[in-house]
């Protein structure tokens, strides 16, 4: 499957090009053609999966296609994240597939002045990207109008419910006009997410991708160069030197296996 596929529109499709990407990844490939039917979603997929553009550029084409009929610019998207790092990341994303379009994105977060952001919202935007808790700050001041939100999209759902956003967010949700398309991403599922998902999400399709195959965090990874000859002599050192004492070794070859255990 291609990009040129998914019936994503000219400008868009430009801007995935200009990132050098034709393939869309599986978490993409599923979740597009679902979000463009306009229906609600919950997609288990973890950063590296290319969820970002999973959601962002099918909501770049549903802006487009639904062209805005309520007079000034407002805020059609909110995207609600976890962490202010994960915030800007998702705005670059949102600028970088955007570029060819007319939409304005803002991101909000805490820790930083609210000024600039006030000045921002006021002069309008299309999409906001917020932290919860900054957000309830522009709620309570009046200077966030979430009237007109279409769509809602929830990205790494369970490290906001981690972080103890449920709240904020419920608050946040109870202020949205009621007929939206909801969007919720999640690595993990736990009974939490499902409550969350069941008091918000309409008949939701479900998108399950696998992690890419990466190596585990936990684990540190070293390469030593050293002669054929003295690779018995080496792991027996390393393996006396560090104390180990459960040690998995994979060799080449079932003689490689042998030699080295006859060495130990
Ligand atoms: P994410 O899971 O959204 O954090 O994305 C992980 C990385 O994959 C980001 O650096 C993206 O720019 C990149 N990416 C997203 N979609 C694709 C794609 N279809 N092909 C290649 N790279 C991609």
Redesign the pocket.
């Known amino acids: 499957m291609l990009f040129t596929d998914l019936k994503l529109s000219e400008p868009i499709l430009k801007a995935i090009t200009d990132?050098g990407?034709t393939?869309?990844?599986p978490v993409?490939a599923q979740a597009i053609p679902f979000i463009l039917e306009g229906r609600d979603m919950l997609a288990g997929a973890q950063?590296?999966?290319?969820?970002?553009?999973g959601f962002t550029l099918p909501m770049l084409e549903i802006l487009t296609r639904t062209k805005n009929t309520k007079g000034p610019r407002h805020i059609r998207v909110l995207i609600l994240t976890p962490t202010r790092e994960l915030a800007a990341q998702v705005g670059e994303s949102v600028k970088t597939y955007g570029k060819y379009l007319p939409y304005k994105s803002a991101v909000v977060f805490g820790g930083v002045g609210i000024q600039p952001q006030i000045t921002t919202l006021r002069n309008g935007v299309d999409i906001l990207i917020a932290t919860p808790g900054r957000l309830l700050d522009h709620m309570s001041q009046g200077t966030v109008d979430l009237r007109h939100v279409e769509m809602l999209i929830l990205d790494e759902a369970d490290r906001m419910l981690d972080m103890g956003f449920i709240k904020d967010i419920r608050r946040v949700i109870s202020i949205l006009p009621p007929k939206r398309q909801n969007l919720l991403f999640s690595a993990t599922y736990s009974d939490e997410i499902k409550t969350l998902c069941e008091s918000i999400l309409r008949n939701p399709a479900i998108v399950e991708v696998a992690r890419r195959n990466t190596s585990s965090e936990l684990v540190t990874q070293k390469v030593i160069l050293v002669d054929c000859a003295k690779k018995s002599a080496l792991f027996g050192h390393l393996v006396k030197e560090n104390k180990w004492e459960q040690v998995l070794v994979f060799t080449r070859t079932k003689h490689q296996a042998n030699k080295l255990s006859d060495y130990l």
């Open positions: 990132q990407y393939t869309p990844s993409q950063t590296g999966t290319g969820k970002t553009a």
